[in-house]
């Protein structure tokens, strides 16, 4: 089935292609990624290597229509296994009406007002329309055409089985995500008279993969920001989850984020930021569970864990030192936020109940911007676990990353 419908969107794009368009531009990006989980144990299984070429392709279909496609092939050596995966990325039709009507469909990208529930690539559409001082969206997607790895869904235990499966050639089930549909429907309104950005949204996943243990949910989101005399901007946002599981049993679950940042009167461009983000965890004869967002989006640049049952401050500072050089620094503490915290924590483990702080992580990133076509990223830090009560006899853990990345044309 999944071959069927990938052959499909291939026609679709080549028909698409074979049109004729007014005006057309195109290029080759290249990134070649390496990264080890673990710069002192001395497994090779713990290193990881991607070397990802991505042609794109846009051109204007009429007056009022844009085209633009990318995809990409990707050497991988992870796990102790080498793959090459091919991939279809960024891949839409934008359509726009005089009246302020826009319509995206394709494989578009998406963000909840959060950032938390559903973000990335999805197939589907979205229409939008301009309301003035607002913008109302409409939109409804599928996940079971992309790269598990690239939609990073574990929402239920069947899918994350299956994002842990190793890509097998001969089991093509081993590379699609699992099969989900997202629809949603938003409101922004930029300005609201005193400078605030606000976005709401209503959101709803259903479980299409077949099996007895359906996990579908349902979520109000939203989020505002206040920038306050263009030197600072404070963040706030909620989120409320319906979760329906296989039991039959109704859940409750929130998630929240509060955040500052301050932009100094310095020479150079630089910015502290302060962020704290909360989501529940399961609660025992409750009826509060584990938030569960559709996209798995990471909490830490080492402790690499979902939000469901954690608490994550973080402290930042990036600054511009040159045209051509920038850092990042980060700081992080992490804590759960109830004795079952539905997280997929792969290290440490959980064994204490009646603890809860999982330790503290710090940072750093260097990016070189040696021109506008090339630039390289160094990043580097450890989790200690040392600074907690889980797991505080536990060792250190490190993480090293290298990426460099050139636009060939």
Not at 31 to 37: A, I, K, N, R, V
Not at 120 to 140: H, I, K, R, Y
Not at 237 to 263: F, H, N, V
Not at 332 to 351: N, Q
Request: aromatic share 10%; glycine share 10%.
């Amino acid at each position: 089935m999944h071959s069927v419908k990938t052959v499909l969107a291939a026609l679709a794009c080549a028909l698409l292609l074979a049109s004729p368009l007014p005006a057309v531009d195109f290029g080759l990006l290249t990134t070649q990624s390496l990264g080890t989980d673990d710069a002192f144990s001395g497994d090779m299984d713990k290193l990881s290597w991607s070397g990802s070429f991505t042609p794109w392709f846009s051109g204007i279909l009429i007056e009022n229509g844009d085209l633009y496609m990318s995809a990409a092939v990707t050497p991988r050596y992870e796990s102790g296994e080498f793959i090459v995966l091919p991939e279809l990325l960024r891949s839409e039709v934008t359509l726009r009406s005089r009246r302020g009507t826009e319509l995206r469909f394709g494989r578009t990208a998406y963000a909840d007002p959060l950032g938390l529930i559903a973000v990335g690539l999805f197939d589907g559409f979205q229409v939008s329309q301009d309301m003035g001082e607002s913008t109302l969206s409409a939109g409804a997607w599928y996940t079971g055409l992309q790269h598990k790895k690239r939609a990073n869904i574990t929402v239920s235990p069947l899918d994350q089985g299956n994002y842990f499966t190793l890509f097998d050639r001969q089991d093509m089930n081993t590379y699609f995500a699992p099969q989900r549909a997202l629809a949603a429907l938003g409101w922004e309104h930029p300005g609201l008279g005193w400078a605030a950005n606000l976005r709401v949204a209503a959101i709803g996943q259903f479980d299409l993969n077949g099996e007895d243990d359906k996990y579908h949910s349902e979520y109000l989101a939203g989020k505002v920001s206040v920038p306050v005399r263009n030197e600072w901007v404070f963040d706030a946002g909620a989120a409320l989850e319906l979760l329906q599981t296989p039991d039959g049993e109704a859940k409750l679950a929130l998630a929240g984020d509060l955040g500052a940042s301050w932009m100094p009167p310095t020479g150079i461009q630089d910015r502290l930021s302060l962020t704290g983000r909360f989501a529940t965890g399961k609660v025992e004869d409750s009826p509060l569970g584990a938030f569960m967002p559709l996209s798995t989006v990471t909490q830490g640049s080492v402790l690499q864990t979902k939000l469901s049952g954690l608490g994550h401050l973080r402290a930042g500072y990036t600054a511009r030192l040159h045209e051509m050089f920038s850092t990042n620094l980060s700081a992080s503490y992490f804590v759960r936020t109830s004795k079952v915290s539905g997280a997929s924590l792969t290290w440490p483990e959980v064994t204490e109940e009646d603890k809860y702080a999982l330790g503290g992580e710090m940072f750093l990133s260097l990016l070189f911007s040696l021109t506008t076509d090339i630039s390289m990223n160094l990043g580097g830090g450890v989790f200690l676990p040392q600074l907690g009560d889980i797991a505080p006899k536990e060792r250190e853990q490190w993480r090293f990353e290298l990426a460099a990345t050139a636009a060939i044309f």
